[in-house]
């Protein structure tokens, strides 16, 4: 199993020492120091770089916040709060995960494993890209670059990669957004015109009022619908021909 080195930072010494032993419990995680304070965190990813950290958002002299902006891309960021009006913030700065306070070994584990998911996903990225860099300019960076949306789930953002999703399934005011890896699907209270606007038109495409597809993870099409594994998704007779279109341009990118 691959192994993320994380970094915990809370100015309530009880708060951290509730994340070491969920930390602790935790095998994918590797634990490399404690602070409180986001000075002296700041001061040792400088020297120690690190893929995760968990931090507190409202701490004095330098904050969650402010701190999430100074540290390297490579290192993610799952915030640990007790006023829910930062969630904004956090997705503005790209945050991985989002845990209110109290915060239980559940809720800590579900933010843990997905960001093993995009972490993992990243390095393995990473690693194809560094392989193909002598192909030139043009290469196969679409391919491999890593995307994702931020939607809002129960109490917190939770981080979506394009490339785990499947399908989404529209309601009124809410979508369900089914996913490749065989999690279970994660439910939004937003508009589906909302998200289709967040999607890239070229991978995603509105097959009907109630549905969005990825283009790459079409099994087959049959009588007027899609298969994508053993779901069954219709086609709208108003969607048709775009689709069709698309389909026959050729531009879709590997699943």
């Known amino acids: 199993m691959t192994t993320i ?19 602790g419990k935790t095998p994918f995680l590797e634990l490399k120091g404690s602070f ?50 930062y969630a904004i913030e956090g997705f503005k700065v790209h945050a991985l995960d989002y845990l209110m306070k109290p915060i239980s070994y559940d809720d ?11 972490i993992s996903t990243a390095q393995r990225a990473g690693a194809a890209n560094e392989s193909g860099s002598n192909e030139g300019p043009a290469g196969n960076a679409e391919d491999v ?37 065989g999690s279970d699907p994660v439910l939004t209270l937003v508009r589906m015109k909302a998200l289709e606007d967040q999607l890239p038109g070229d991978r995603f495409v509105r097959v009907q009022k109630s549905y969005i597809v990825q283009l ?16 069954r998704i219709p086609i709208g007779e ?16 590997p699943k």
Do not use: W
């Open 145 to 181: 670059q890593v995307r994702s949306i931020f939607v809002k789930t129960e109490y917190r953002l939770q981080q979506i990669e394009l490339n785990n999703i499947t399908f989404i399934e529209g309601f009124k005011d809410y979508v369900r957004i089914h996913l490749a890896d």
């Open 238 to 253: 108003a969607y048709q021909e775009n689709l069709f279109k698309i389909l026959e341009g050729g531009s879709i990118l």
């Open 108 to 118: 800590f584990l579900a933010a843990a494993k997905h960001a093993l998911k995009v």
């Open 5 to 23: 080195s994380c970094i915990i930072i809370d100015d309530e010494p009880l708060a951290v020492q509730l994340m070491e032993s969920y930390v």
């Open 36 to 85: 409180t304070s986001g000075t002296a965190a700041f001061n040792f990813i400088q020297e120690n770089p690190v893929d995760l950290m968990f931090c507190d958002i409202q701490m004095p002299n330098l904050s969650g916040m402010e701190l999430s902006k100074m540290i390297p891309e490579e290192t993610r960021v799952i915030f640990t709060t007790a006023f829910s009006q």
């Open 216 to 231: 790459s993870k079409i099994d087959a099409i049959e009588r007027s619908r899609i298969i994508i594994g053993n779901d």
